[in-house]
DNA sequence: TTGAAAGCGTTACCAT
DNA sequence: ATGGTAACGCTTTCAA
């Protein structure tokens, strides 16, 4: 614009060969000033003049040439399901993105659009990560797994409900949330349970396992269980609200507090007691759950921090030779309040 | 493990070297047949030999290798700002990672780390983005527009509250949000308007931008605007309810939904008549606002949708000389219920 | 202290 | 129809 270059039919993008050109020294200078290369000493005013010369080209190395060379990256690949995630596991997503990023690891999200298991792998493969982070990648197999690992990949660590042989799993027991708050429930005397399920595609992985849970926390009690499937809008709310009494039951367990939440007023607008008629159970631990009337029992959720899972990953990318090891990193308890 | 590699020392990487050797072909031949290349006819028997083979190693192609021979990259750099953003922002960037992946677009997510402006944009351009959408990142300077154009970039796409200069510049309008919401409390007759500031760091950005629309709305009307700091838990809340009546204020717009909904449960145990005494203004229509009562006044937004900036990201990528225009997405509007 | 050259894995042109 | 070869941009060993 302002200074017209040397000769160049269009801008291009420089290159260290440009570089070293202009500064009148080998491409091999170039790399040692600007990687502070410590193996070789360079006089000050050579350093000065690669500089300068990078400056005014701006000279930005090519990452891709970069690794190529080096035979690794810095990658972290982190397949992402494409499911409606509530605001507990969003924060986890971007806290684990940003302690990575802290970590100078270079953060790949890729959501693995309808390719068959195999085929996402090999895509994961082609970018050749340090390390893959599946989020309850329902297709991570252990041929998957062995797959990434002779692509490179040092660390493959699994987060979902199962263990995933060969990966560092971390078993993320969903169940054990519905299986919280039912047996919460049952303890009270509660014997007629409705279970909430969303109506939201994409979150049925979740919400199966919950109701599981809560099948375990009834098995021999006496009591039942009701599927009720709601989905995350007034209407439905309020159409499930309309039938409730002809339900016959005593109690519900909401999936999460926002459906709870959702329920729990649709069924106060019915003028149904709560907990006297039905008592109300969430799960998230949600601040706004506190602020309704009566107070929303819920199951508060511990799980492990995105900060402490990449500290994990680097771990794991540090020592690739320690064991891929099962760990079970999600508790659950319930938090009683009044709705219950 | 269950067969022995031929000779390797270890596991290593096969490239398409390793199937070409297994294969009895050259490089180029692989290179053909496993990217269907059209120019050239290759026998059958060939063909298939080669796939064997591929299969057989388990080889995946280096992208790196791959995109330095291309010249240029499928990647959309996604530079984000460590700011707990609400469940409409979070969405919005999960869309937008999907629209993309849908466009074939690799999803770089890169926080651009403490590292001083000109720094993050280097470390942007050393990953040759094919486009770089930045969101609300302030660090972006048209030097910085420039420097990621000259290194490939087709595109650079901004969403901030400014325009920037040579970005295709996506301006949206925080302020616009605290106007809508003052104006309406102004046309309802309130004349001492509290404005709730959220004290969660890396909120500032846009609590100030709303701040400045409320000021905006009471120019010249007679009514006054008061900033209210407040965190987000009960303690702070109790503890500004608890001094509300020496505010003397009749009115309260309180940044989000979620803030509104905190304060106004707040202000109600302390025994605060809502809307009579004071009225409360949220903004991000969230359905938990309705189930409230009174129910909640608040701020819709209209913004661009993930999928529809993923749309507008691929026409700039495949149009790269089209002049970077600045368009206004953002619109807001009063929705009038209960709590105003 | 600096430079020449090899090589990382791919693809595309040009021969055969 | 297939193979040799050069080139993409970078780092690093070896030589001068």
Redesign the interface.
């Known amino acids: 614009m302002s200074q017209t270059p040397k000769k160049s039919a269009e801008?291009s993008?420089?290159t260290s060969a440009d570089v070293a050109r202009l500064a009148g020294v080998s491409r091999a200078t170039v790399s040692y000033v600007l990687n502070n290369a410590s193996s070789v000493r360079i006089s000050e005013a050579t350093r000065h003049r690669v500089r300068e010369a990078a400056e005014e080209l701006?000279y930005?190395?090519?990452?891709?040439?970069?690794?190529?060379r080096a035979g690794h990256?810095r990658t972290v690949l982190l397949p992402?399901a494409?499911f409606?995630?509530g605001?507990l596991h969003?924060?986890f997503l971007?806290e684990l993105?940003?302690a990575l990023?802290?970590l100078d690891y270079?953060?790949?999200?890729?959501?693995s659009?309808g390719l068959a298991g195999g085929e996402a792998v090999?895509a994961w493969?082609?970018?050749?990560p340090v390390a893959v982070v599946a989020l309850g990648e329902a297709g991570l197999t252990p041929q998957g797994v062995?797959?990434l690992?002779?692509?490179?990949a040092k660390a493959v660590i699994s987060l979902a409900p199962r263990r995933v042989e060969g990966a560092h799993s971390l078993v993320i027991d969903q169940s054990a949330i519905g299986r919280c708050a039912v047996t919460h429930l049952v303890e009270r005397g509660r014997r007629a349970i409705g279970v909430v399920l969303p109506r939201e595609p994409g979150l049925e992985m979740f919400a199966e396992h919950r109701m599981d849970g809560a099948r375990q926390a009834v098995a021999g009690s006496g009591a039942r269980i009701e599927p009720l499937p709601l989905s995350?809008?007034?209407e439905s709310a309020t159409a499930l609200a309309a039938r409730w009494r002809t339900l016959g039951l005593d109690a519900v367990y909401a999936y999460n507090d926002?459906y709870a939440?959702?329920l729990m007023?649709a069924l106060q607008d019915e003028g149904v007691d709560i907990p006297g008629e039905t008592a109300v159970v969430g799960a998230d631990d949600l601040?706004?759950g506190?602020?309704?009337r009566p107070r929303l029992t819920t199951v508060h959720i511990d799980m492990i921090t995105g900060q402490q899972l990449a500290e994990l990953v680097d771990r794991a990318v540090r020592e690739p030779e320690a064991e891929p090891g099962t760990h079970r990193v999600m508790g659950a308890r319930t938090v009683h309040r009044e709705s219950s």
């Open positions: 801008r993008v420089p701006g930005v190395p090519h990452a891709a040439a970069r690794s190529l990256t992402t494409a409606p995630a605001p969003q924060q971007q993105q940003w990023r802290r270079t953060v790949v999200q890729h959501g659009l090999r493969a082609e970018l050749r062995g797959l690992r002779r692509s490179g995350y809008d007034e926002d939440m959702l007023r601040l706004l506190r602020l309704l």
